[in-house]
Every structure is written in structure tokens, then in C-alpha cells.
Nanobody, 128 residues
Framework: QVQLVESGGGLVQAGGSLRLSCVAS????????MGWFRQAPGKEREFVAS????????YYADSVKGRFTISRDDAKNTVYLQMNSLKPEDAADYYC?????????????????????WGQGTQVTVSS
């Protein structure tokens, strides 16, 4: 069982930056691919970014590519999402998620159903 707790959300002006953090419980954090998703009011939850269990590969939605950076610190059981050049359309609740890696088995990291554990979310508001 893994528990995920996000933090770092808040109100920021368009063009500003925020860094979200997600701390995971448990000793096997390095066994998980980690992802960030977001959900705006009235919309479906959508993929934002993910990072492989090894930290060597990162993936981004086209809408955030070049502005957001995902990273992880396994010593702290933490995954980060650095968000720069924020736009009003980035406003949403942001969720981190964990997918337990199975050796040699690929998965669709953009699908919510691929992830085993979810945090409660942190709200990001971007004023124009």
C-alpha cells in the first residue's frame, strides 16, 4: 500500500511558477513509475507528466511540454512538478499517481486506469 500526499498548490499570476511536491509512504518508492494528472471543473482528469521508476525517462502532455518539468528524489520518496510560464488554462486540481512497475511489461502512462495509487490533489489557480 502506498499513500501519496501532494502539496505546493496555490494562487499564481499568469506567467508565474509553482512547484508541486508529492510525498509517498513506504519503502518501495523506487519501484513505481510516477505521474501527474490534473482535473479542471467539469472536465475529465488528464495526463500532465510522468517519470519512469529509474528517473531516466520523462514524458509530457503536449500542452505543458517546455514549461513543466517532472523529477523525483527517491531518497525523499518525493516526486516534483515544476511549473513555469503558467497559463489560466493550467488551473486545475493536480494529482500525483503511482504505477507499480512490472518487469518488461509496458503500460500506457497517459491513462488514469494505469495507476495503482492516487493522492488527494492540490489546487492550482492561475489568474490572468
Amino acid at each position: 500500500q502506498v499513500q501519496l500526499v501532494e502539496s505546493g498548490g496555490g494562487l499564481v499570476q499568469a506567467g508565474g511558477s509553482l512547484r508541486l511536491s508529492c510525498v509517498a509512504s513506504g519503502r518501495t518508492f523506487s519501484s513505481y513509475d510516477m505521474g501527474w494528472f490534473r482535473q479542471a471543473p467539469g472536465k475529465e482528469r488528464e495526463f500532465v507528466a510522468s517519470i519512469s521508476w529509474s528517473g531516466t525517462s520523462a514524458y509530457y502532455a503536449d500542452s505543458v511540454k517546455g514549461r513543466f518539468t517532472i523529477s523525483r528524489d527517491d531518497a525523499k520518496n518525493t516526486v516534483y512538478l515544476q511549473m513555469n510560464s503558467l497559463k489560466p488554462e493550467d488551473a486545475a486540481d493536480y494529482y500525483c499517481a503511482a504505477h507499480l512497475r512490472i518487469f518488461a511489461v509496458s503500460f500506457d502512462r497517459t491513462r488514469t486506469s494505469s495507476y495503482d495509487y492516487w493522492g488527494q490533489g492540490t489546487q492550482v489557480t492561475v489568474s490572468s
